[in-house]
């Protein structure tokens, strides 16, 4: 079984920064894809990023390329999201999810994890 917490969530200030974490425990398979994704009410969960942990390859959401960063720390196991000049619309509840294996369709598409942390909050005010 795997557990998924995130953390780092807040308010802030457009053009604000955030970082967001995910710890992962329990059985974490060394080429486990990890990804971010949001959802704003009333909206679909939508992919942020994802990276690869076997080989730290990085994929992002079109809308936040440039802006977020994802990157992982092996030994905590735990994957970040950095979040830099942020926007009204990106507020959301994120969420980290991890699929054991590879994937077998697009990554932004959310039946491909197995497991999901339970959200963390991000309010951006303009």
């Known amino acids: 079984q795997v557990q998924l917490v995130e953390s780092g969530g807040g308010s802030v200030q457009a053009g604000g920064s955030l970082r967001l974490s995910c710890e992962g425990s329990?059985?974490?398979?060394?080429?486990?894809?990890m990804s971010w994704f949001r959802q704003a009410p009333g909206k679909e969960r939508e992919g942020v990023a994802i990276?690869?942990?076997?080989?730290?390859?990085?994929f992002y959401a079109d809308s936040v390329k440039g802006r977020f960063t994802i990157s992982q720390d092996k030994a905590k196991n735990t994957v970040y999201l950095e979040m830099n000049s942020l926007k009204a619309e990106d507020t959301a509840m994120y969420y980290c999810?991890?699929?054991?294996?590879?994937?077998?369709?697009?990554?932004?598409?959310?039946?491909?994890?197995?497991?999901w942390g339970q959200g963390t909050q991000v309010t951006v005010s303009s």
């Open positions: 990276i690869f942990t076997d080989s730290s390859t990085t």
């Open positions: 999810a991890t699929r054991l294996g590879r994937l077998d369709g697009h990554w932004t598409d959310p039946s491909q994890y197995n497991y």
């Open positions: 329990g059985y974490m398979d060394s080429r486990a894809r």
